[in-house]
RNA sequence: GCAGGAAUGGUGGAAUGGUAGACACGGGGGACUUAAAAUCCCCUGGCCCUUAUCGGCUGUGUGGGUUCGAGUCCCACUUCCUGUACCA
């Protein structure tokens, strides 16, 4: 037999097609599993190498779960609305339709040639119309509903208008935006106008004048995990804040709840730390200070009440609302001229710019515990849209606060026994306190936390405020002005929004004649000819985000192809949740949040039975490059070997990595690769001339993209398969290095030619020997699969197979295991073992051989025999021989009389199965 | 700053507290060949002894500790990666 890939591969890819082998079904009969990939945005460069490393890994689980006799899940599809495709389209005027089918294709091709066992009847595309009707009818709950936080979850928004008309706000606790306070005369005064707006405040999506990111070069707003430093994370363009009125998710509702569902979720502790970081939770307390001469009450939000006797100012935001209403008429000028400066900052420019800036406002807040005067300033150092957008300033145990009151030369008053803060604050929540006696409450000598909690305690009591968790994470923010993505399922009558029927969904995505924005500035929906209800009311010109499409879509996968559910019962009941989750890590803050979010709302509405959607989660690492260098010799067109570059003055000059082989250069094509370079001369080494190499993100303009229909073409895709676990652990990023890859196929050819060697006809028995080799192998590539340890596992079989290429084995019983371990890593060449081992269809539906432990077992057992833990000699005795009896065999060994020469054994130490070790003195 | 993770040969990386460096790449040597490729065999952490064998010493970022025994556990430190940040 001879190991020709490429026709091995394609015969039994088209049979696999031909005969739908990976097509799931629901089976009661069958357990279900699960495994998802994080579905491609088809960008139009293609797959390179990096993509497929975790489609691999979950591959092979998925094989392998199949052969363990589940019913498996491992569908694939695309998050099609995205933001490439809609610059390229404002570049070319092609519609991003159009480009994002042709990226499809070439994807599709791409995946097709590695050999997955995708179900493609499952595929889905986010901005297929049988697709985003979901993703609209999904919004349009989210619009009907609001979080009621004594029944702690999401309630129909009917429930709340009754409630209204009954009794008010009096007795109610739901999220919202803005506290309010109303009774039932009052409600049912109301028009619907009015009503109407109240709900806003409570529907889970809602449109609201928040302050958002907002983007001009790409003009749209961004959720804040599409901005990282101040600029958009796609295109790095600079983000400014303004307020905006824009459709959001109320996620800020689930907080609690996102964070607590975590912990029982096999997620890596990395990333769950990521998801408590961004859910941000801290207990405080929320304090309000009067203001001298004025009936307005200041409310700030803080973390340590107990340093309440060190405040010596506060400190509004410049967006806060009550900077205009404390502004005294003498400082009025100063202070307009302040926010006029902040606003004109950009988000990056205020980050960036780390010197103290703010303002007087004239007016005094009144410490409660004191009485003590206390001049409010305006700093843009205090962020509108955390806590109250107001603070209370203690320069001693703040380091922020302290260097806003050396720049104002405002008091500094140390609370802590010890602290120096002659030069900087003390921050830690460490120490006992001092200087914090007042009329009513007495704080020194306790230690800080203690004092924390009395304060807390005493300011509930006295009513001058209340003890509040208060959570980082904001609602996102679900309008973008932009043209390829969801449209919204609503209108407006006399500027108020209505939700369209359920009839009339999907409401497409409308023909424009330019992906622009419009003249005055509308999105470019606004360009839509007949972009009205049938009775003429405008439709709403923003389109949903990314993350709107990509948040439900494991669910989808379940059922596909309902024209009547996002998903059935029968099919979310059987298939549940996603058992395993493959994917990047950077989704972390976005994705992974706005997922979880999705699917909580979906469970309280009692739509899905699982209240998480993921139950494990592996972060594949990111696959970087490995750019090969030249040195050009300053002035000068010769190039310098790698190791004799440091004897010159050298510019170090990035080649395609075509070129290269195992570092050394190809230097006739490069002659040939640009003109410039056609008569470069080179300074070899032994001969050749030697590359440099970096490790960079693989990249076009880099030159060093590897594309896996290269490798598939040159070795296959088992061995692209392989070798790509073979390169390290799944979770780690690291380099691709083609060199590696011969080893690999080096050793699918020698499997070949085992197979080809031996006596396929000859069922009998294993020899002992080559029993014990199947079996360790059974054990170790089934263990090192549970535990994703893929690199070792394919170290499994080579050891495996240089071991029955020494027993000389010729046992069809040892090929059939064999075939069916790698069956999961390298399909392809296994279907072909399976029929040559003369079985008819395919080898997925094998079984997954069990090991057998008594066969593993040695029957003598290797001692390394050690003085002090220093390893000396070996000594051979049966298994199952007593530590007493190992112990005087190591002692009778002949070399054992050197080591003891001239030394007293204080103790032996025997451990079964593990070593001797003699301890001397 | 904070949080999480990592550090082992020329390289990628293996090692339930028990013979460190599996497996592979690269390198060296040899066989086959007119030659090259392919293939096969041997050697390959460093240092030292020896004609050679046999052998010895040393070695998992640094410094301590626990243990009969530490790459592995504990403490401190250094460096690197990832995430996040005026979050009060």
Request: proline share 5%; aromatic share 12%.
């Amino acid at each position: 037999m001879e190991y020709n890939h490429k026709e091995i591969e394609s015969r039994w890819q088209k049979y696999w097609r031909d005969n739908d082998i990976y097509k799931a079904e629901i089976n009661p009969a069958k357990k279900k599993f699960y495994v998802l990939d994080m579905f491609p945005y088809p960008s139009g460069a293609g797959l390179h190498v990096g993509h497929p490393l975790g489609y691999i890994a979950s591959d092979i689980y998925s094989r392998f779960k199949r052969l363990q006799g589940f019913n498996v899940l491992h569908p694939m599809g695309y998050d099609a609305y995205g933001l490439p495709a809609e610059q390229y389209a404002i570049q070319t005027g092609q519609h991003p339709e159009k480009t994002t089918t042709e990226n499809i294709a070439r994807y599709r091709s791409q995946l097709d040639k590695i050999g997955f066992s995708f179900d493609w009847s499952r595929e889905v595309r986010t901005c297929d119309p049988d697709y985003y009707k979901w993703t609209q009818w999904v919004f349009m709950q989210m619009f009907n509903h609001y979080y009621d936080r004594i029944a702690d979850k999401a309630l129909p928004i009917e429930r709340l208008t009754e409630r209204f008309a009954a009794s008010g706000t009096e007795g109610i606790d739901a999220a919202c935006s803005k506290d309010l306070v109303f009774t039932a005369d009052e409600w049912n005064s109301w028009d619907e106008r009015r009503r109407r707006e109240v709900l806003m405040n409570y529907r889970i999506a809602y449109q609201g004048e928040t302050m958002v990111n907002w983007c001009p070069a790409l003009g749209t707003v961004l959720a804040n995990d599409e901005v990282s430093e101040g600029v958009s994370v796609r295109g790095g363009h600079p983000v400014e804040q303004r307020v905006m009125n824009q459709w959001c998710l109320r996620v800020s509702a689930y907080a609690p709840r996102l964070l607590a569902d975590m912990e029982e979720l096999e997620w890596s502790e990395s990333l769950k730390e990521t998801q408590r970081n961004w859910i941000g939770r801290s207990e405080g307390a929320e304090m309000r200070f009067g203001v001298k001469d004025s009936d307005l009450e200041l409310e700030i939000f803080t973390t340590r009440a107990d340093t309440i006797f060190g405040v010596t100012f506060m400190v509004l935001a410049p967006e806060s609302a009550y900077v205009r209403r404390l502004v005294t008429p003498e400082h009025k000028e100063a202070v307009e001229k302040y926010l006029d400066e902040v606003k004109h900052k950009t988000e990056r420019e205020r980050q960036i710019d780390k010197r103290v800036s703010g303002v007087f406002t004239g007016a005094y807040a009144i410490n409660p515990l004191t009485g003590k005067e206390i001049p409010v300033y305006v700093s843009d150092y205090v962020l509108a849209g955390y806590g109250t957008g107001a603070i209370m300033a203690v320069p001693a145990h703040d380091s922020r606060d302290y260097a806003f009151a050396r720049h104002f030369s405002l008091p500094v008053i140390p609370l802590i026994e010890g602290a120096d803060v002659s030069e900087e604050s003390f921050d830690a929540k460490e120490g006992v306190m001092i200087n914090s006696e007042g009329p009513e409450l007495n704080l020194n000598g306790l230690q800080v936390k203690e004092a924390i909690a009395r304060t807390k305690q005493f300011i509930e009591e006295k009513g001058l405020g209340k003890v509040k968790v208060n959570y980082r994470l904001r609602d996102a923010i679900f309008s973008r002005q932009r043209y390829w993505g969801e449209p919204f399922p609503v209108y407006y009558k006399d500027g108020i929004p209505y939700l369209m029927d359920e009839k009339e969904l999907p409401l497409l995505l409308p023909e424009v004649d330019s992906y622009l924005p419009t003249a005055d500035g509308q999105p470019p929906l606004g360009r839509a000819k007949g972009w009205t209800t049938p009775e003429g009311y405008p439709i709403e010109l923003c389109t949903m985000p990314g993350f709107a499409g990509s948040s439900a879509y494991y669910l989808r996968y379940m059922d596909p192809h309902n024209h009547d559910a996002l998903v059935s019962r029968e099919a979310d009941e059987y298939w549940q949740d996603v058992d395993l989750y493959i994917g990047g890590a950077e989704h972390a803050t976005g994705h992974l949040i706005y997922s979880r979010f999705w699917n909580k709302v979906l469970f309280d509405l009692g739509l899905v039975v699982r209240k998480e959607p993921f139950r494990k989660l592996v972060n594949q690492g990111m696959i970087q490059g490995r750019t090969s260098f030249v040195y050009r010799i300053k002035d000068t067109n010769t190039f310098v070997s790698h190791g004799l570059k440091d004897n010159y003055d050298v510019t170090p000059i990035r080649v395609d990595i075509s070129m290269v082989s195992n570092d050394i250069l190809d230097t006739a094509r490069f002659r040939a690769w640009r003109p410039d370079f056609a008569d470069a001369e080179f300074i070899l080494e032994d001969g050749r001339y030697h590359c440099g190499y970096a490790v960079e993100k693989m990249s076009k303009s880099m030159y060093n993209v590897v594309n896996p229909d290269d490798i598939v073409e040159r070795y296959g895709a088992d061995t692209l398969r392989l070798y790509e676990m073979f390169l390290g652990p799944l979770e780690q990023s690291k380099p691709w290095d083609t060199n590696g890859i011969d080893g690999v196929n080096r050793f699918l050819r020698k499997l070949v030619g085992l197979f080809s060697k031996a006596d396929l006809s000859r069922h009998d028995e294993m020899p002992k020997e080559v029993k014990k080799t199947m079996h360790k192998l059974i054990k170790k590539v089934t263990m090192d699969i549970e535990a994703f340890s893929f690199n070792t596992t394919v170290a499994a079989f080579m050891i495996a197979l240089n071991e029955l290429t020494a027993a000389k084995s010729d046992s069809a019983a040892a090929m059939e295991i064999f075939t069916v371990l790698i069956a999961p890593f390298a399909p392809h060449i296994a279907e072909e073992f399976w029929h040559t081992l003369g079985h008819d269809g395919t080898v997925a539906d094998a079984r997954w051989p069990e090991w057998d432990e008594a066969a593993i077992k040695d029957d003598t057992v290797k001692y390394p025999v050690s003085f002090n833990g220093k390893s000396r000699f070996l000594i051979e005795v049966p298994a199952g021989t007593d530590a007493k009896e190992v112990e005087r065999i190591a002692m009778a060994d002949p070399a054992a009389a050197k080591w003891l020469e001239g030394k007293t054994v204080r103790k032996v130490i025997v451990v079964p199965g593990k070593i001797v070790n003699i301890v001397v003195g």
